[in-house]
């Protein structure tokens, strides 16, 4: 049976030569990179490397801004609490958008838990956050504005740098969720008022269990982890540093060919659309026409709900899925959608299908054979369709 | 999660019987709600020995929901409508080798969605025709 992976946007195929650089680091060159002889050298010499290849990935000044971490999650917690901590004196106000990663939103709960304020920013249909909404949440309290780059369920693209000004205007720190934008639009964080960014090692075809959190020269940060001098005195713990190679690796490639990739992706994925609603009724779109990741395509099928869908799309071998992965063993819909003004009724019927670099033309022909027969049959046994009919 | 369905539930999922509507029912029950994203509506046919001759089904929802009105479509045909309402949750479940935790209310609505049926043919049955 044919396979055809369109979940890229939970994590994606490591590649070959990802694994090829990663081995040695399990292998022969297992010293410590904090020791000072050859064994420990040669690891060092390793990390070095690869933060220099994740800061080119990122367009930041220094490979002194990269921090690595245990993954997006990590990074994102890293953010939110170092930050507030740091200037806790000056406020004990956030801004965030109601349609950020749990990782932000849960952090941002805890802080709040801490007697910390945090302001939910409305979004638009199409998934902007209000940028009215943001300047008028803003008060001489503000110590943090954390907006995501891009979605990870819909894909759209926040206006960062006119978020990034904003906050620089204001006084108040910037910190971006850049886990689903690094690798997949270019960006340089050097040119940007963006003080902190998180990025993850799995989603951009590295390892799962590295990331990297972006603190711009000068931005007050308490430590994430208490320990060695390891990471700037921020992230104590000896390093992961196969994972750190491998993450490396991974974005020295993304760097080289996101914009190849990305007109790539634009294409097969816009044709997956077409063919949807050229063979497919009560077809529509979720998040931003255009202003949107270039391998994302979230779109609701009236009538229906999503598991019945996904289950049947597994059973011909595609994998896709209703949202983010990480919300899947929830019964609640979605908290983008919902945000985005979303018929409740309809936010049940919605599937992610994110592309990556292995998808062929000949994918998006097979989901398009396999997908109308699965919708009729679905809506022929859904209530709520015939109803529609009547 | 999907991967915890059993082999059972997977295949009423896959070939859910008695799909459709009897355009003649004797009772129709209609339960749930597009928002908790499930929906059910269960049609029987009741003969004059009180025993349901056919039950079919159309739902909105997930997996398990598909699968527990299949089987429970499957468990009272043939019944009385005495013996289809002592029809448990837990028997549709059990029948199905079982659910996830999270997907119990499914095997929920598939006995509401029953005993919805069964109070409208009872409601019928006792108005007087005119």
Known sequence: ?390 | MEGQYSEKVMEHFRNPRNVGEIPDASGVGNVGNPVCGDIMRLYIKVDENEVITDAKFKTFGCGAAIATSSMVTELVKGKTVDEALKVSNHAVAEALGGLPKIKMHCSVLAEEALKSAIDDYLKRKHQPSD
């Open chain 1, 1 to 390: 049976m044919r396979k055809v992976y369109l979940d890229n946007n939970a994590t994606t195929r490591m590649r070959e030569e990802v694994l090829e650089a990663m081995l040695p680091y399990y292998k022969d060159i297992y010293g410590n990179p904090s020791s000072i002889h050859l064994f420990g050298r040669s690891a060092r010499t390793a990390i070095d490397a690869a933060r220099a290849k994740v800061a080119n990935l990122l367009g930041a000044a220094s490979t002194e801004e990269i921090i690595f971490t245990s993954g997006g999650t990590e990074a994102d917690n890293f953010a939110i609490r170092g930050v507030a901590h740091a200037l806790k004196a000056k406020g004990n106000h956030i801004i965030t958008s109601s349609i950020e990663h749990h990782a932000i939103l849960n952090t941002c709960k805890f802080m709040e838990k801490e007697g910390y304020k945090t302001t939910y920013l409305p979004v638009d249909k199409d998934g902007v956050v209000d940028l009215d909404a943001l300047k008028n949440a803003i008060t001489d309290k503000t110590i943090l504005i954390t907006i995501m780059y891009a979605n990870n369920e819909v894909g759209t693209i926040q206006p960062i740098e006119e978020i990034a000004k904003i906050a620089k205007d204001r006084g108040a720190c910037f910190h971006t969720d850049a886990v689903q934008a690094a690798g997949k639009v270019p960006f340089e964080l050097k040119s940007m008022n963006i003080d902190l960014a998180s990025v993850s090692g799995h989603k951009i075809y590295g390892p799962k269990g590295i990331g990297a959190l972006y603190v711009k020269k000068g931005t007050k940060i308490t430590p994430f982890l208490y320990g060695g001098h390891h990471e700037m005195g921020k992230r104590a713990g000896t390093e992961n540093v196969a994972g750190i190679v491998g993450f490396g690796r991974a974005a020295e490639l993304a760097r080289k060919e996101v914009s190849e990739e990305a007109r790539k992706l634009t294409g097969l994925r816009d044709y997956l659309y077409k063919g949807m609603i050229d063979q497919i009724q009560y077809v529509t779109l979720n998040g931003h026409p255009t202003k949107r990741l270039p391998n994302t395509l979230n779109v609701r099928f009236k009538y229906l709900e999503g598991e019945s869908i996904i289950l049947n799309l597994d059973i011909e071998g595609i994998a896709v899925s209703t949202g983010s992965a990480c919300t899947s063993g929830s019964l609640e819909p979605s908290h983008v959608l919902t945000a985005m003004g979303v018929d409740p009724a309809d936010t049940q019927g919605s599937i992610r299908f994110s592309l990556g670099m292995d998808n062929t033309k000949e994918d998006m022909d097979y989901v398009l054979q396999v997908l109308p027969p699965i919708i009729s049959r679905l809506r022929d046994m859904s209530p709520l369709f015939e109803n529609k009919e009547k």
